[in-house]
């Protein structure tokens, strides 16, 4: 299930259960993110022929001036010649007519090996988007060759993790897409460790446990080691259960195969 296309989920969701109410923001179960991420922002493209402006789709982190890291989904199958921009804005205004503080994508690159999400041991689900303009903020920080192999269990579980985005919002534990928020604020919310897998981590977002987590338009956006300061991204939202509130599947940075991708930019040294 892949975290994208949100006003389609949203639109899927009213049919199905009447109106979504806007009471709160939440990533999932989280808060406005503010100022404390201006590194994250989120991919936005004139898609939706509804709404009068670009439309936000995924998120994604400034990992150096100009180079902004999501998911390689959330850059395939676009038509040929689609302009896509970025914002870092805490909030964006998707009906603005000309939104303020854009930045054009130059260009993007996703990894050649990939594959649709569930598909093999390693969907190589990573992309690298070129900004046409260098950005002020301090880019996130990239792990090293297998660093989350170097912790125990308990100790990621100590350690935790924050995730960062613009998507779909939920603020209540019940299922189903009546609890389905749809907004376009940076939010956060912080989440424990499920388990370790090769090319994969997966997170709680389970509030019944005090997590959060991300939703649909979340893909590409990062998962920090350690608490709201941490600036160490380690993983990229993937996928996740269907109503956005049990497991939160991320693709590792630090694997090989994303080691040597991220490589190719000068991000992580070569190997």
């Known amino acids: 299930m ?3 296309l949100r006003l389609k989920i949203v639109a899927l969701a009213c049919g199905l259960a009447g109106v979504l109410t806007v009471t709160a923001n939440a990533i999932t179960f989280g808060e406005p993110d503010g100022t404390r991420h201006p590194n994250v922002g989120a991919l936005v493209a004139d898609w939706n022929s509804d709404s009068p ?3 936000a789709f995924c998120t994604g982190t400034l990992v150096s001036p100009t180079l902004f890291l999501t998911a390689a989904h959330c850059m395939y199958g676009w038509d040929e010649g689609t302009e896509f921009w970025v914002t870092f804005s805490p ?14 994508v130059s260009d993007f690159t996703f990894h050649e090996g990939f594959a649709q999400v569930g598909d093999g041991a390693d969907a ?3 992309a ?3 900004l046409a303009s260098a950005q002020s903020a301090t880019p996130a920080l990239l792990p090293t060759l297998g660093l989350l192999n170097t912790f125990s269990q308990q100790q990621l579980r100590q350690l935790g993790f924050t995730t960062v985005g613009y998507g779909i919002a939920r603020n209540s534990k019940e ?5 389905l928020i749809d907004q376009t604020t940076r939010l956060v919310a912080q989440q424990t460790l499920l388990s370790l897998r090769p090319t994969w ?3 709680s977002m389970n509030a019944s446990t005090n997590n959060g987590g991300t939703c ?12 709201m300061t941490s600036n160490l991204v380690v993983s990229l939202t993937v996928t996740g259960d269907r109503w956005c509130r049990a497991t939160d599947t991320t693709y590792r940075l630090d694997t090989p195969s994303a080691q040597e991708f991220l490589s190719r930019f000068g991000l992580v040294p070569a190997r």
């Open 2 to 4: 892949s975290k994208t």
């Open 53 to 55: 402006g670009p439309d």
């Open 91 to 104: 909030t964006y205004d998707e009906d603005a007519a000309v939104p303020a503080g854009l930045v054009f």
């Open 124 to 126: 190589h689900d990573i």
């Open 128 to 130: 690298i988007v070129t």
């Open 175 to 179: 299922g189903g897409p009546h609890s």
């Open 201 to 203: 981590l997966l997170l």
């Open 216 to 227: 649909y338009g979340d893909s590409g956006g990062p998962h920090f080691l350690g608490g």
